[in-house]
């Protein structure tokens, strides 16, 4: 099995226009994206060595324990079986898999057994080992609160609030996969600045796990405006939006009838304010859905309806913007999906959509 450190898509930004920004403040812009999108590139590709290198350790141990021939057969095994019951569902056209799966159980067990080996240590052993060793290899955002469905009202009052509304002219979006083996990952942006539209697709999908396989992908996709701190502090954003589709979808497959899967989904509203001081995004927990089973599974979840007025919690910029300063703010949505599985077939992708109606900016001195 090839295992990638998978190539990221580029990410993509366009600046927002002001007719009192000036070309200097464009620039440090520019300049602060490009080093931001670099640190996360040095942070994810470092995340992908110490997973690889994991990885590749935990591989040699478990040929250590079994040996290289038994461990190259079982793999083999595994193999002939799947390709067999295909073949058979291919020739009948259809195929019970709760069935099938049960049949190859029974099998590998004889498999394990004529060669001096405990079907259940071997499972217990195979499932604790890759456990302690292998995280789902994304990185979960620190929430600073959650988002929740709020009824449409009128702008906060007050002079200290600054409110953002469509059509917004800048707007940035990237992705990155950590660790594959196995798996196929894949990202999609939703984008619409002047509508106000922001969202993110992802998918990751294993059809047939005969080893310990890892996926993961994060994407995001933001607006951006420009905004003049009034005075030195932290900026606190605040979304409003309106959902578009907001869904997670799960279908777990055992292929083998002792078999273990971890899938993890999270999304969230996020906020980037460009300057110097501040160090990462901000973020706001939407939604999340957790899968951590040994049996077949099928999840649909909704966590937002369409056309339901949301509201995120407010995301405050890790550094303070001095006073009189022309700063670029992102404001838009955050997926990431991982999965660890063995020996099971999984299909996994999250949608979320959101069409922002205003962003509220605050100065806290």
Known sequence: MSTQLAVDLPRTSHAPFHPDVTQADIARTLELSRDHELRQAEELAGRRRVLAEQYAATQHRMVEIFGAEVSFELQQFKRSLLHRDALRQASHGRLDRDEAAAGRAVELTSFLKDRGIDRTQFDLYTRNEWEITMPFGFSVPDWQGTTKPVKPKP?????????????????????????????????????????????????????????????????????????????????????????????????????????????????????????????????????????????????????????????????????????????????????????????????????????ISRVDVRMLP
Not at 263 to 287: C, E, K, R
Not at 295 to 315: A, C, I, L, Y
Not at 318 to 332: K, L, M, N, Q, S
Not at 336 to 341: A, E, V, Y
Request: with cysteine; net charge negative.
């Open 155 to 355: 702008k906060p009052s007050g002079r200290e609030v600054s409110h953002f509304s469509p059509p917004f002219s800048g707007w940035q979006y990237g992705d990155g996969a950590g660790l594959v083996s196995g798996f196929r990952v894949g990202a999609s942006h939703l984008l619409n600045a002047a509508a106000g539209h922001v969202g993110n697709v992802v998918t990751l999908d294993d059809d047939a796990a005969t080893d310990l396989d890892a996926g993961s992908m994060n994407s995001d996709t933001q607006i951006s405006f420009w905004y003049r701190a009034p005075l030195t502090g932290l900026i606190e954003v605040t979304i409003n939006a309106v959902c578009g589709k907001s869904e997670h979808h799960l279908r777990v497959y055992d292929e083998w009838g002792v078999s273990w899967s971890g899938v993890t989904q999270t999304s969230s509203f996020m906020s980037h304010v460009l300057y110097p001081t501040v160090g990462a995004p901000s973020y706001s927990f939407q939604s999340r859905l957790d899968h951590d089973k040994d049996t077949s599974t099928s999840r649909d979840e909704t966590p937002f309806w369409p056309g339901q007025s949301v509201q995120s919690s407010p995301m405050v910029s890790d550094g303070p913007v001095p006073a009189g300063t022309w700063v670029e703010i992102r404001a838009g949505a955050h997926t990431g999906d991982g999965s660890l599985t063995n020996d099971m077939e999984v299909h996994s992708k999250t949608t979320h959509s959101w069409f």
